[in-house]
């Protein structure tokens, strides 16, 4: 959508991306269907978050209705996200070894690669 509208390429990283939430998504597997969990807390938890800073810059610099379709993609692409976030809290994610531990690497390792993917 983005590429459309605005002129916006995808990263350039998103083979590398796709290679690195697999070997997450299995890795975290191996712990059990609670770590699995966890992950997909912790992955959708930093979505949420960037999608949200996103529809905050948007109404930050008053362009609502310039970006009015922009903004319900968004919206709908975090509220999906957050549904995935809670449906991992339901399936047991804070069960998982060393859960707080566990999610915040996970965020890190998130928050990293948007702010790489950014820039690339």
């Given at each position: 959508y983005q590429r459309r509208v605005r002129g916006v390429r995808p990263t350039v990283l998103l083979p590398f991306w796709r290679a690195a939430g697999f070997?997450?998504?299995a890795g975290?597997?191996?712990i059990g269907k609670e770590g699995a969990m966890a992950c997909t807390v912790a992955v959708e938890d930093t979505i949420v978050t960037h999608y949200t800073?996103?529809?905050r810059e948007i109404i930050d610099q008053g362009k609502e209705e310039e970006y009015q379709d922009l903004l319900k993609i968004i919206k709908?692409?975090?509220d999906d996200e957050l549904e995935h976030h809670d449906t991992g809290i339901e399936h047991g994610a804070e069960l998982a070894p060393q859960y707080k531990l566990l999610t915040k690497v996970i965020k890190l390792g998130c928050q990293t690669a948007i702010k790489i993917a950014e820039r690339v």
């Open positions: 070997a997450l998504g975290t597997a191996l800073d996103q529809i709908k692409f975090r």
